[in-house]
């Protein structure tokens, strides 16, 4: 499985959508789901697929899709 399966995996899983959703615009004004909460569960999620702990910042930072794939480029993980 590549990387890019992994990290779209972990929104699928956490947030409850379909793969047909997953797209650049996912954050949590798009997805009524995404709340504090869940957000913890998916940078979780994240951080034991890619074996990882991410700064706070990097959490605090990580409010969309693809803003989750400029933070997992800082830890080497090519997407």
Do not use: C, Q
Request: aromatic share 8%.
């Amino acid at each position: 499985m590549s990387n890019l399966e992994k990290y779209n995996n972990a929104f699928m899983a956490i947030l409850n959508i379909k793969t047909e959703v997953i797209n650049g615009k996912i954050d949590p004004e798009s997805i009524p789901e995404w709340d504090s909460i869940t957000h913890l569960r998916l940078v979780t999620t994240i951080e034991d697929e890619f074996n990882i702990m991410m700064e706070s910042e990097d959490i605090l930072d990580f409010k969309s899709y693809e803003k989750g794939k400029e933070i997992l480029k800082k830890y080497e993980i090519e997407l």
